[in-house]
């Protein structure tokens, strides 16, 4: 996970990235990485285009990282109704074995 306050420092960050992969023999998978862009004002701006090798990443509203779930607009709901979700889920567990 890579943080940055604008879109070149995040190409660059990329770009960064890209190069000691490559330095490593180590491959990014393209289908696998996306970016998550949180804008500081509360106007909606269209979505920031970060490559690999001319590449365009996706990019997406939310995703689950480190088991918490990120969004663009930092809405905790989608997170609580995961995990709520899942502990409903590991008790019927529990109570099936009871």
């Known amino acids: 996970m890579t943080v940055a306050h ?26 696998k990485t996306e970016v998550l862009f949180q804008s500081v ?11 690999i090798d001319d590449t365009p990443l996706n990019t997406v509203d939310k995703f689950c990282y480190l088991g918490s779930m990120l969004s663009r607009n930092a809405d905790v709901s989608d997170d ?3 995990r709520i ?6 008790f019927w567990r529990l109570e099936s074995r009871l």
């Open 80 to 82: 609580i109704t995961r």
């Open 85 to 90: 979700g899942a502990a409903s889920t590991a």
């Open 6 to 31: 604008t879109l070149e420092h995040i190409q660059l960050l990329t770009d960064c990235f890209a190069k000691v992969a490559k330095r490593f023999d180590l491959n990014i998978s393209l289908k």
């Open 41 to 51: 004002s509360s106007v909606t701006s269209q979505k920031p285009i970060v490559t």
